[in-house]
Nanobody, 111 residues
Framework: QVQLVESGGGLVQPGGSLRLSCAASGSISGIIAMGWYRQAPGKQREFVAGIISGAYTNYADSVKGRFTISRDNAKNTVYLQMNSLKPEDTAVYYC?????WGQGTQVTVSS
């Protein structure tokens, strides 16, 4: 079993930044793919960013150039640095480690 604890969400003004963290514990050895998804009210959950083997990354077109996913192996933590935030980035953000999902953290972009 894997436990994921997310943090870093909150309220930010348009143009601002937030960094989400996802700390993993439990049976995480062998898991090489991590990611972030989001779900806005009334919309389907969508892919945001992914990282494989701590090095290979990919992003949704809507966040390319603004968001950066990274991994700290020593801390078993995955991060999502979000810059130049827009109101349309408002959503609950979920991290994934392999097949496991975090509980979600709310990000609200509003003036």
């Amino acid at each position: 079993q894997v436990q994921l604890v997310e943090s870093g969400g909150g309220l930010v003004q348009p143009g601002g930044s937030l960094r989400l963290s996802c700390a993993a514990s439990g049976s995480i050895s062998g898991i090489i793919a991590m990611g972030w998804y989001r779900q806005a009210p009334g919309k389907q959950r969508e892919f945001v960013a992914g990282i494989i083997s701590g090095a290979y990354t990919n992003y949704a077109d809507s966040v390319k150039g603004r968001f950066t996913i990274s991994r700290d192996n020593a801390k078993n933590t995955v991060y999502l640095q979000m810059n130049s935030l827009k109101p349309e980035d408002t959503a609950v953000y979920y991290c994934t480690w392999g097949q496991y999902w975090g509980q979600g953290t709310q990000v609200t972009v509003s003036s």
